[in-house]
Nanobody, 124 residues
Framework: QVQLVESGGGSVQTGGSMRLSCAAS????????MAWFRQRPGQEREVVAY????????GYADTVKGRFTISQDGSKYTAYLQMSSLNPNDTAMYYC?????????????????WGPGTQVSVSS
């Protein structure tokens, strides 16, 4: 079992930047991947970016490519999401997720642990 806690959300104006952090604790040695998802009101949860733990292998949603960067710290158990050129369409609740499977796919139902989420609001 892994516990995830996000931090770093808040409000920013269009064009601004923000960094989210996700600290993992518990049985972290079994984590295969970490990811950031987001969910807008009335919409399904969608992947933003994911990273294979301990590697530089990453994946991004087309809507954030070139603007967002996912990374890990040296311990591999804290993941970051650096967001730049933010726009109002990025406004959402952002969730950190981890999985323990032999594969990592950007499908919300295939992720095993979730943080409580952090709100990101971008004003025009």
């Amino acid at each position: 079992q892994v516990q995830l806690v996000e931090s770093g959300g808040g409000s920013v104006q269009t064009g601004g930047s923000m960094r989210l952090s996700c600290a993992a604790s518990g049985d972290t040695s079994q984590m295969r991947c970490m990811a950031w998802f987001r969910q807008r009101p009335g919409q399904e949860r969608e992947v933003v970016a994911y990273v294979f733990v301990g590697t530089t292998s990453t994946g991004y949603a087309d809507t954030v490519k070139g603007r967002f960067t996912i990374s890990q710290d040296g311990s591999k158990y804290t993941a970051y999401l650096q967001m730049s050129s933010l726009n109002p369409n990025d406004t959402a609740m952002y969730y950190c997720a981890a999985n323990f499977r032999s594969w990592c796919r950007p499908v919300a139902g295939e992720w095993d642990s979730w943080g409580p989420g952090t709100q990101v609001s971008v004003s025009s």
